[in-house]
């Protein structure tokens, strides 16, 4: 059973979003500040946290902070205040994959969360094709690259890189157009939707973010180059 951890100080949320999570057959445990749901985010093992920015004790940007530092890569859905733009970026430069703005209903946040799950599975060893077998067609071979979409795993040389669910959707998305320069408008609409719209800086964060765990060097990138007053291009090791 997928395990939601919901971190809110306000009571009536916690029930309602509790209610809604178990009865569409999820496990849910709950926490009302930020160091509760620290500890048990480092503790304990979740399919997804469901994260309210405005809490006591730690808030949910140091929340995430902390977590990410820890290497904890458990998906993060921030929850902001509706037109706060500084909470979204924020939280997304941070490491959070996604945000819901105040107020919400239910549906959306199960949606949100069944998108995440959808592209989380357990990090396990990946092994790179034998010489001369070709690779399943769910796995696509970019240089040293290898990225299986059945499993949502990215090694390299056979090492698991982990990503968070939007980076893989991200780099998936480059890599089947390679050698294509994508618009910041395009990238948004097909990696977050309309929900996103005019909301260019989400695509420069989370390539920042991707370029930081797939690039040999971050600063000077050969896979994602940036095109200048358009957007990026995904050339892949081979033209690089």
């Known amino acids: 059973m997928d395990k ?5 100080d306000e009571p009536a949320i ?7 999570l178990k009865q569409a057959g999820y496990e849910v445990v709950t926490a009302t500040n930020g160091a509760d749901a620290l500890s048990l985010g ?3 093992s979740f ?3 469901l994260l309210d920015l405005m809490l006591p004790k730690l808030d949910g940007m140091e929340v995430t902070k902390k977590l990410r530092q820890e290497k904890v890569q458990t998906p993060i859905i921030i929850v902001t205040a509706k ?6 970026v924020f939280g997304l430069e941070l490491g959070a994959d996604d945000y819901i703005t105040k107020p919400f209903s239910p549906r959306e946040v199960l949606a949100r969360i069944k ?37 949502y795993r990215v090694a390299r040389n056979g090492h698991n890189i982990s990503l968070t669910p939007k980076e893989f959707e991200l780099l998936v998305y480059f890599v089947e157009r390679e050698g294509r320069v994508l618009s910041r408008d395009a990238i948004l ?12 800086r989400i695509v420069d964060i989370h390539i920042s ?19 200048r007053g358009f957007g990026y291009e995904f050339v892949g090791d081979n033209h690089a």
């Open 189 to 200: 609409n097909h990696v977050w939707g309309y929900d996103y719209a005019s909301e260019t």
């Open 42 to 44: 480092l503790a304990q």
């Open 14 to 20: 916690v029930t309602l979003l509790s209610y809604n």
């Open 209 to 227: 973010h991707l370029r930081e765990k797939i690039e040999v060097d971050p600063k000077q990138p050969r896979l994602i180059r940036t095109v």
């Open 115 to 151: 998108a995440v799950i959808r592209r989380t599975t357990p990090d396990e060893p990946v092994t790179p094709p034998a010489p001369g077998i070709p690779a399943n067609r769910s796995v696509m071979l970019v240089g040293d690259l290898q990225i299986d979409q059945n499993k």
């Open 4 to 8: 939601i951890l919901v971190v809110d």
């Open 83 to 88: 037109n706060d733009e500084f909470d979204k």
């Open 47 to 49: 399919t997804c946290i």
